[in-house]
């Protein structure tokens, strides 16, 4: 009675603390009596008992027998070896594969034949398993093979592993290295003091370089010594500490230093000797730097000068070759056919040929007028002469000399608020307002309106001169006083792009200023503001 008493408890503890699956299977009835309910739930049923009605697992030894047949012969065997051990694979409710050991074992107790079946789950296992294969796998790629030679040693300095590198290093085969001192690696001379250091960082370890601010070397298996460089790290497994040595040979790198350090000392003599040059050429270099500063600006403004004179010479000559191109040829087409109108009643025609020859002659002289204005204004000699003026009378006069270049139906409407006379150089106010007049006709169409307004206050004479013609390009305003300059859009209309220059600088030598507003295909207007002083008639 103890016995069984006992051998319940026992039981009942085993199912209840155990993390496999436990189960009592019964031999006579062929099915499972009992099952913890960590088995229950390894398997996919929510309690024991769901497991004990479910005939396809209660009945089964968890192995899949084809046949009845088999089932017996494995219980059979079972019960003539008493213990039976296998790994299995089995499903779970969900669907998924679980590896499994297998444990049965035979049970009799009151004349009864039992089988304790216990199942481990392997899944953990062999999940382990992998993890420890890439974990060798990651050990082989970063020690193994590793471009560095690494040396791990025990904590009585003994060699415990070695890296392929650090075999072909220090000229060991194979693993002759193991279990030999780390010492065999230090050179003689030194090998003394290298094992205090050791002891001392077995005290204290750290991650570190050694050698600080000395030079290391390392003694191969030949005995021969060579540069290195050597960082230390360490790690502890069952309460042993290991050290692990990280060595470059730097063979290459010194002898890298020694050439520089040779290249260094020739460098410092030859300086020595350039700067005892530079020394005594300093002075007459000082010298000579003295006078090209003194020339230096002298220089600047020549080669600007004659930059300038060479650009100026090509525009001029470009310019010159087409505007004179168009009237000689008008003087020669002319001449010729005059030489066809002997007869007198052919006055006429002749007469016709002569008014194109007399238009052409003068807008050569115009042109040449042009020319020899900016060579005068060049050279300083025109100067402003200024005389009381009749501003209407003289802008009425210039009117009516400008009748004979207007196109059809094309008309010059004057607005002028100014009484009395105004202190200015005619000549020159006039040879202004003549060349905006031309420009603004030039480039108007016919039955355009080009209109001059005026305005006198006690300070300032205001003169604008406006059309209605093809208008200026933003981008070309900003050039249209400089000289020989003309505007992208009247490229093939004659002109020299010197009228707006001469303007510029007439305007100048009159104390005013002149701006220029304009809109492509609406038109031009230039305003021209010149000073105004009332002067008695003495």
């Known amino acids: 009675m103890l016995s069984t008493l006992f051998s319940t408890h026992l039981t009942d503890l085993l199912f209840e603390e155990s993390d496999d699956f436990i189960g009592v299977y019964d031999i006579a009835s062929e099915q499972f009596i009992r099952i913890n309910q960590v088995g229950a739930q390894m398997l996919g049923f929510h309690t024991e008992q769901d497991f004990l009605t479910d005939s396809n697992w209660s009945k089964s030894l968890l192995i899949c027998a ?18 039976l051990e296998r790994e299995i694979e089995l499903t779970h409710q969900n669907g998924t594969q679980l590896w499994c050991k297998l444990v049965i074992i035979h049970l009799h107790n009151d004349s009864k034949d039992y089988f304790l079946i216990r199942l481990r789950n392997l899944v953990r296992l062999h ?10 796998l990651r050990y082989e790629a970063v020690f193994t093979n590793a471009t560095i030679g690494i040396i791990v040693a025990d904590q009585r300095g003994r060699v415990v592993s070695v890296n392929r590198f650090a075999k072909e290093l220090f000229g060991y085969p194979d693993d002759e290295l193991l279990g030999q001192s780390i010492d065999v690696l230090v050179p003689t001379s030194v090998s003394h003091y290298h094992e205090r250091l050791r002891e001392s960082f077995m005290k204290n370890p750290q991650v570190r370089a050694m050698g600080h601010n000395r030079d290391l070397h390392a ?9 290195v460089e050597v960082s230390l790290s360490y790690f502890r497994l069952d309460d042993q500490l290991y050290t692990v040595s990280y060595i470059i040979d730097i063979t290459f790198k010194k002898e890298a230093e020694r050439e520089l350090l040779a290249h260094r000392d020739r460098i410092e003599r030859l300086n020595a000797d350039l700067e005892q040059k530079v020394a005594d050429r300093t002075h007459a270099l000082m010298n000579t730097l003295e006078q090209l500063e003194r020339s230096k600006d002298e220089l600047a403004i020549a080669l600007t000068a004659e930059r300038e004179l060479g650009e100026l010479k090509s525009r001029f000559v470009s310019m010159a070759s087409h505007e004179f191109r168009t009237p000689l040829t008008t003087i020669l087409t002319s001449a010729t056919l005059i030489e066809k109108y002997p007869n007198t009643d052919q006055q006429d025609k002749r007469h016709k040929h002569l008014q194109r020859i007399h238009a052409s002659v003068n807008h050569l002289n115009d042109i040449l007028e042009e020319f020899l204005s900016v060579g005068r204004l060049e050279e300083g000699k025109i100067t402003a002469n200024p005389v009381a003026v009749d501003l209407s009378a003289l802008l009425q006069d210039i009117l009516g000399d400008m009748q004979g270049m ?3 139906q094309q008309t010059i409407q004057i607005d002028l608020n100014c009484t009395g006379k105004i202190w200015v150089d005619p000549s020159l106010l006039r040879k202004v307002i003549v060349n905006l007049l031309s420009n603004a006709i030039k480039y108007s169409g016919e039955r355009s309106v080009v209109t001059i307004t005026g305005q006198c206050t006690a300070q300032s004479i205001m003169l604008a001169v406006s059309d209605q013609g093809v208008g200026i390009s933003p981008e070309d305003q900003q050039h249209l006083f400089e000289r020989f300059f003309r505007a992208k859009n009247v490229s093939n209309t004659p002109g020299t792009g010197l009228g707006l220059h001469i303007v510029a600088r007439y305007i100048d030598l009159l104390g005013g200023t002149v701006a220029l507003q304009s809109e492509l295909n609406k038109g031009t207007t230039v305003t021209l503001t010149l000073p105004h002083e009332n002067y008695s008639a003495d």
């Open 219 to 227: 003694r191969r298996k030949d005995e021969s010594v060579f540069p």
């Open 406 to 408: 207007l196109k059809t």
């Open 127 to 136: 999940q382990a398993e992998r993890e420890l294969e890439q974990s060798v």
């Open 66 to 83: 084809q046949t009845k047949e088999h089932q017996q012969q494995l219980i059979q065997s079972v019960l003539q070896q008493g213990r």
